[in-house]
Structures are given as structure tokens and as C-alpha cells.
């Protein structure tokens, strides 16, 4: 009798032990990893094109989208970019959820400046303002070539605020309708126009290994609307400015002013006579929660370019509820004690008496608002330890 031949070596393809598995118990992070992987990429993307690729599923729970846009082959002299350039590349992004729900829904400028800037979800102090990124490349005078990165984000604090992204038939959707070259560039449109390239990377929560836990209040989102404020402000008019109904817990409202014709209003890069009244007032159900000079709100001029810590882009004013731990935002290190609770029948507004003088009027306050919206009743405290 022959005893059976020992196989030496390792089984072709055999997959090596996960090392960073932790004991069961604890917070989801210290289970998970973060990722980052491919969506897609697409160039030769015209001016006034669209953008709206499939998602592709990841093992895990999307955190947010990074962006980067490159337009290239443009030529061209003094080519300048409008106003709200970059981010106007885009005249409308919407991203919803894999039943249909709103999350961002802003245009260009809105959703890809705005949001990174006041709303504490992408970084800390100057790193928000994607102008300040070490990536980005300003419009060329020569070609009108330029290169910026951005990020739509869903989560709001650690780990809070992520959406499934596992399952193949429910993922979410990004479309992307891209402006005019004429909107982009204002009256120094390239001779030859860039054509267009956009990379989209998902940042994700990896799948825990070896034990079930999920991440904190799954199904809780942050949502991003762009809706205008009524009435229209006449110029120096005294009146109050009511945002739309809203329904959730606050983390920013960023309220942007535009003229008629749509610009920012702005004066020699100023808000002196660009239309915020010298004393706004702040106002929750008939409560003034904020009446102040101008000057101790903002606490820096406005700026038209790239913009320096504590400046903020021209025609813009944006309170944050998300300093519950800190004088200075924290990013995702929040407890949401400060978020401002709204329902429906919330009445939120604005107030002048009076509101400056607009050389293009009426004027229209738009509300842009982080709206965090539970799935059950919202987690306070730092939900991820």
C-alpha cells in the first residue's frame, strides 16, 4: 500500500487573509475602509453638450463624487472667463439618489463652487475654495484652456449621510448639462473653443470585513436645492425676502444675489451698493435670530478671484449651523446640536430696511440650503464612536 503524495507549494489564485480585520463591536469606521475607484471618464465634451454616463456598483456605501473637468485645444488672445467661471461650465447638476431623489440639483457655479466653499463637507478654511486647490489651472489667456477638481459630496459628518452603493440595478445618477461657451468665457470667447473632459471618481466606505454593521442612520441624506427667494428687491427697497418651505435640520444656508440680467451683485468687487442691505437681519417665524452690521457678518471683503481665508466670492452670504463643537467649522467633525430644525410651515427669511442700491434691478435672493433629512430621528453627538 502506497501512502498518498504530499502536494507542495500554493493553489493557483489563491487569495491572501484580510489582515485588517478588527473584533466585532465598535462604530462602522473602524470596520470599514475608505476607497476610491473609477466611474467613468468621457472627453470631446462640447460646450452646451450633455453628461450623463451610467454609475458603476462599488462594494460598499458612496461618500461623495470628485470631479475634475480639463477643457483643452482651445486658441485664442486675452480670453478671460465670465463671472462665476469655473464652476459655470456646468448650467445645471443634478445628482439623485437610485429612487429619484434629489440630492444636489443646483446649477454650475452652485453646485461645483458654492457647496465645496460654505458647506463643510469638502475640506477646511482656504482647501473649500477649489480655486485654492494645487490642481487647479486658471483659464489661459492665450488658449482658454483651463483644468479645475471638485467634489459633490453626500456625506455631512463621519460616515453619516452615505448611500448604498452595492447593488447594480439601484445606483445613483449624475447629470451634468454643460453651459455655453458664450456663458463660460462672457465676451472673450476663444477663437478656436476647448473641447471638454470630464473624469468622475466615486469615494466610498469599502463593505466591513467579517462583521455586519452598517453605517450610522443609513438612509439619512444631506439634500442641495437651489430655489429663488421671494419677493424680487426692488433697489433700496426695505421689505422681507421669505426662502422657500423647507423641511429637515439646516447645516448652511448660503443665500446668493443676482440682478437682473443675473450677474452677482457687486461694485469694483465690493458689496457697497451691490444690494445687501448695511443691517440684515436674519429672521425664523417672526424671530430676528441675526440683526447686524454687514461688516461683522462677513468679516472680510468680497473677492472676485481665487479667494484668501475668511474672503468670500462677491454677493454672497451664507450662514453655517454646523460649529456645534467650535468657533471654526470642523468639516465632518460635528455633532449636528446646531443644525436649525425646520418643518414645512417654517417661514425663513431675509430682511433690508433697506436693502442697497442695484444698479440692475430688481434683484433675486436665491437660497441655496443643506437640508439634512433623517431616515428616522436625527443622530446627534458624534455618531461614529
Not at 121 to 132: E, M, P, R
Not at 150 to 171: D, H, Q, R, W
Not at 363 to 385: D, F, K, T
Request: with cysteine; charged share 10%.
Amino acid at each position: 500500500m502506497t501512502s498518498p503524495q504530499m502536494t507542495q507549494g500554493v493553489a493557483a489564485g489563491r487569495p491572501q487573509p484580510q489582515t485588517t480585520v478588527e473584533p466585532a463591536g465598535g462604530p462602522f469606521i473602524r470596520h470599514s475602509q475608505p476607497g476610491r475607484r473609477s466611474m467613468y471618464s468621457v472627453s470631446g465634451v462640447a460646450f452646451g453638450g450633455l453628461v450623463a454616463n451610467p454609475m458603476v456598483a462599488a462594494p460598499g456605501y458612496t461618500r461623495g463624487y470628485r470631479i475634475k473637468v480639463v477643457g483643452s485645444g482651445g486658441n485664442g488672445t486675452t480670453v478671460t472667463g465670465g463671472a462665476d467661471a469655473p464652476g459655470n461650465v456646468a448650467s445645471l447638476v443634478q445628482l439623485k439618489d437610485s429612487f429619484g431623489t434629489p440630492l444636489i440639483v443646483a446649477p454650475g457655479y452652485e453646485a461645483l463652487q458654492l457647496i465645496q466653499l460654505f458647506g463643510g463637507q469638502f475640506g477646511l478654511d482656504t482647501s473649500t475654495d477649489i480655486k485654492n486647490l494645487p490642481s487647479f489651472s486658471a483659464i489661459a489667456a492665450s488658449t482658454g484652456n483651463f483644468t479645475f477638481n471638485t467634489y459633490l459630496p453626500l456625506e455631512f459628518a463621519k460616515a453619516y449621510g452615505v448611500i448604498s452603493s452595492a447593488n447594480a440595478s439601484l445606483l445613483p445618477t449624475l447629470q451634468i448639462n454643460v453651459g455655453t461657451s458664450a456663458a463660460f468665457y462672457g465676451t472673450s470667447v476663444p477663437g478656436t473653443v476647448p473641447t471638454l473632459a470630464f473624469t468622475v471618481d466615486q469615494d466610498f466606505y469599502w463593505l466591513p470585513e467579517g462583521v455586519s454593521v452598517e453605517p450610522p442612520g443609513i438612509g439619512t441624506t444631506e439634500q442641495w436645492i437651489y430655489q429663488p427667494a421671494n419677493p424680487t428687491i426692488g433697489s433700496a427697497a426695505s421689505l422681507n425676502v421669505q426662502l422657500p418651505r423647507l423641511g429637515g435640520y439646516l447645516s448652511a444656508i448660503i443665500a446668493e444675489l443676482r440682478d437682473s440680467t443675473g450677474a452677482r451683485t457687486t461694485v469694483a468687487n465690493s458689496d457697497a451698493n451691490g444690494g445687501w442691505p448695511a443691517r440684515p437681519r436674519f429672521i425664523v417665524d417672526g424671530v430676528p435670530l441675526i440683526d447686524t452690521d454687514i461688516t461683522t457678518w462677513y468679516g472680510a471683503t468680497a473677492v472676485a478671484g481665487p479667494t484668501a481665508m475668511n474672503a468670500r466670492p462677491v454677493g454672497v452670504m451664507a450662514l453655517s449651523r454646523k460649529t456645534s463643537l467650535s468657533q471654526q467649522g470642523m468639516g465632518l467633525f460635528d455633532t449636528g446640536e446646531s443644525y436649525l430644525s425646520t418643518n414645512p410651515g417654517t417661514q425663513v427669511e431675509f430682511a433690508g430696511a433697506p436693502w442697497g442700491a442695484i444698479g440692475n434691478a430688481p434683484a433675486v435672493l436665491n437660497a441655496l440650503c443643506g437640508q439634512v433629512v433623517p431616515s428616522g430621528a436625527l443622530i446627534q453627538g458624534l455618531p461614529e464612536v
